[in-house]
């Protein structure tokens, strides 16, 4: 149950995911108050020009989930920092949380300027982490004010990262089989056993984990824990991906003594709080857009024209334009579902279009590795063009994208469940 | 579906009521006889009285300027209204009629022609339809139907086949091949020297093989020149056939939905199988695809988008694709039931490949599509 962002990794097929406001603060919507265009207008020039005074114009058209997947990198760089604490000082990275939790206060509709400036620029947001995503709406929704106080001004500068820890070797697809025991001594919690697939946290300073807090149901007995990265039985290991990617790692929990007041909401409350904070993931799924190369020219280079100027192979012509076409129908698919889902629409189509767009991307991966023939099979060296390397990985990297955020598999069971009202066995 | 204004709402839902009143699939069963093939005793292959009905309501002049007595009310709205008639396979020539002859008058003719023909478009006394494919395939760049320069106009030799609603047309829009360049007519049923006869296809819907015999024209008859002009007329056929397609593979779907959740072996529901429930997610993906073609290119139409041509080859491929694979499954997974003539399923299907091949099949649009975007 990986987010879509846990891949971030400077690849050529890689997702980006718009900004978008997380849900809180004030529910008004500047527009609708009197004067609220003339506002609107005021605030856009407003963060124009801000933008143009503190945005580094070295990091312009950078993609920002770079940074938010490796820590090394962020610090390294100078211009990143500098962008992070501006955003940080001025609360835009989390626009509509209040003040006191870090935030600037704004509503939704100034939140969404925001956004648009920044792509505007080809700027990024250097908050945005699974901490803004995810952890931050799910502490306003659930956490106590002392939680809140604890973490969310420290997301909302991006200082500490926070990692995810709900997969464990025995429950993936079946999350709700997990087993991470986590028994009550007292003054503390005592936390044992493993979690996988956990996304950077080799690099992470707290996890937001499900752990299990009551044996005898299976739903029932989840708990939902912060737990200090640094504490005393605690280890991260990287697992090495057959794209060669680090990035998720196994950790174990070795007896690890957590304070009482680091569960979110009620004990065996966690399945609940769960689902919550899996639906800020798929909304944010449902704002993935694809950036990818046009394979046309590639395959022309590749595999030579006709007199006709048409990629000469014809049996490859035939299977690029194919997966061409649903790429195109894909994104005139994103496009409808969200101006439905603005328009109130059933929303229930996230599934759907998870499963479409892995299997056109993959699809295509798979089609541009094939076009660069032996090009396409190199792993390091000069020998390999850079952007065929790049290729390779990608492909390597493409398959998890039926795999996390919910299975192939998983999602059509929901589809056929939700959508389609099929019944269950 | 994309986002109705109130107008189009009202529409819809008047669609869909007459449809359920008015067209059921048995309608289009009663186009069959009991060897399912078609009727011989049928002559048009549509209902001239029920289409009276469409017209009545006002459909048939969807795309017709109010200035000729229709509403002007958009390629988006026809389309969902040839989307929910194809549900139960309506057997109508509001394709043929209201999208693709109101849209040739309207992209090519002159004044005096669109003030003798689009009125009665508009209104239901004319049925128009295009005459375009001549052989196995739809090859509009290879016409063989000549138009050689006579006194005082032209003369036009050769065949049409199939053309869709040709027995019961009042007004046939022919392309032909002319001395330079390509050339459409506007050719009334009843001109001497043209002759048409019924062709038995598998949707019993009586298509005509026109033949053209000497037949000849004023120049008033010429609606226009190029193929510029028969390609913009082409891109509103691809598109209505299109959301045609959409409409009766989404029935298709749902009506096979249905059957999985209410057919029991093994003592369970048959939906209750994952192996089932993941075609049907599969399908249901498919249409959402299929939908998004669509409707952005009946959106095209109407916001004159240069991409017009790339976007109605991608919905008609789309909705071939998907038509063919929803109706392929429709038949498998009702079972022997499913290969009977008894059930729809079987009419959804010899539907379906009628229209897949109607306008271009699957391989003709995915080279226009390839062409035009660079492969």
């Known amino acids: 149950m990986q987010n879509i962002t846990s891949l971030a990794s400077p690849h050529r097929l890689q997702i980006n995911i718009e900004a978008e406001p997380a849900a809180t603060g004030p529910e008004t919507d500047s527009q609708q108050k009197p004067g609220g265009m003339m506002e609107d207008q005021q605030f856009r020039q407003e963060v124009r020009d801000w933008l143009s005074a503190n945005f580094p114009p070295a990091l312009t058209g950078v993609n920002g989930l770079i940074f938010q997947g490796d820590a090394h990198a962020a610090a390294a760089s100078k211009d990143f920092q500098a962008w992070r604490k501006a955003m940080a000082d001025k609360g835009w990275g989390t626009p509509t949380w209040d003040k006191a939790y870090g935030g600037a206060g704004l509503s939704p509709a100034q939140a969404k300027i925001i956004a648009q400036e920044l792509s505007a620029i080809g700027a990024f947001n250097p908050i945005r982490s699974y901490g803004t995503m995810m952890l931050g709406p799910t502490l306003l929704e659930f956490g106590t004010e002392e939680q809140r106080l604890q973490h969310l001004p420290r997301i909302s500068t991006h200082e500490l990262r926070w990692c995810q820890g709900f997969s464990e070797p025995g429950a993936g697809s079946d999350l709700a089989s997990l087993q991470m025991k986590c028994v009550d001594a007292g003054d503390h919690w005592v936390v044992s056993g493993q979690k996988i697939w956990t996304s950077g946290a080799d690099q992470a300073d707290w996890c937001f984990a499900l752990v299990r807090t009551d044996t005898s149901v299976k739903h029932g007995g989840i708990s939902f824990l912060l737990i200090d990265m640094k504490s005393p039985g605690v280890e991260a290991r990287p697992i090495v991906l057959i794209s060669g990617s680090t990035h998720f790692c196994e950790v174990f929990f070795n007896d690890v003594k957590v304070p009482k007041g680091n569960l979110v909401g009620a004990v065996n409350q966690g399945w609940n709080i769960a689902k919550r904070l899996l639906q800020f993931e798929r909304s944010s799924l449902s704002e993935v857009k694809t950036d990818v190369t046009p394979l046309a020219p590639i395959a022309h280079a590749m595999l030579g024209t006709d007199e006709e100027g048409r990629i000469a192979d014809a049996d490859a012509r035939a299977r690029i334009v194919h997966n061409a076409m649903r790429h195109a129908a894909y994104l005139q698919t994103v496009r409808r579902f969200n101006e439905e889902a603005r328009n109130g629409g059933p929303g229930n189509g996230v599934s759907t279009l998870k499963n479409l767009w892995s299997g056109i991307v993959q699809r295509r991966a798979e089609l541009l590795v094939e076009v660069l023939g032996a090009d396409g099979l190199g792993w390091s060296g000069d020998a390999y063009p850079a952007d065929a390397r790049e290729a390779t990985r990608a492909l390597l990297h493409s398959k998890a994208f039926s795999i996390y955020g919910g299975s192939y598999e998983i999602q059509n069971n929901i589809t056929a469940k939700r959508s389609l009202g099929l019944p269950d066995r | ?375």
């Open chain 2, 1 to 375: 579906m994309a986002v109705l204004n109130e107008e189009q709402t009202m529409l819809k839902d008047m669609v869909s009521q007459w449809v359920r009143d008015r067209m059921p699939v048995s309608v289009a069963r009663g186009l069959y006889d009991h060897s399912g093939g078609g009727r011989k005793d049928a002559t048009t292959g549509f209902d001239r009285d029920a289409y009276g009905e469409v017209a009545a309501m006002g459909w048939s002049g969807i795309l017709v300027p109010e200035a000729h007595g229709g509403s002007d009310f958009g390629a988006f709205s026809l389309g969902f209204v040839l989307e929910e008639l194809a549900r139960t396979l309506s057997p109508l020539p509001l394709l043929s009629s209201a999208m693709i002859a109101v849209s040739a008058l309207r992209l090519g003719g002159n004044a005096a022609q669109q003030s003798a023909w689009l009125p009665g478009l508009a209104d239901g006394s004319i049925i128009g339809t295009l005459a375009v494919d001549e052989g196995a395939h739809h090859a509009p760049d290879t016409l063989a139907l000549t138009a050689t320069r006579v006194a005082n106009g032209w003369r036009l030799d050769g065949i049409k086949r199939p053309v869709a609603d040709g027995m019961g047309a009042d007004l046939f829009i022919v392309a032909a091949r002319g001395e330079d360049a390509t050339m459409l007519f506007l050719v009334p049923a009843d001109t001497a020297g043209l002759t048409r006869e019924p062709l038995d296809q598998i949707d019993a819907r009586r298509p005509a093989l026109l033949r053209f015999d000497g037949v000849l024209l004023g120049d008033d008859a010429v609606l226009g020149h190029g193929d510029a002009l028969l390609s913009a007329i082409l891109d509103r056929a691809y598109v209505g056939q299109a959301a045609e397609l959409l409409g009766l593979a989404t029935q298709a779907f749902e009506t096979t939905l249905d059957y999985l959740k209410t057919r029991v072996q093994f003592g369970q529901l048959i939906g209750s199988f994952q192996a089932l429930q993941h075609r049907a997610s599969e399908m249901f993906g498919e249409l959402q695809l299929t939908r998004s073609a669509v409707e952005a290119a009946l959106a095209a139409i109407d916001a004159d988008d240069p991409q017009l041509p790339s976007l109605a080859s991608l919905a008609k491929a789309m909705a071939n694709g998907t038509a063919h694979r929803i109706t392929c499954e429709m038949v498998q997974l009702h079972g022997g039931i499913g290969m009977t003539h008894e059930h729809d399923a079987g009419l959804y299907l010899k539907r379906s490949r009628v229209a897949e091949q109607a306008y271009g099949s699957s391989s003709f649009h995915r080279e226009r599509w390839a062409r035009l975007n660079g492969y």
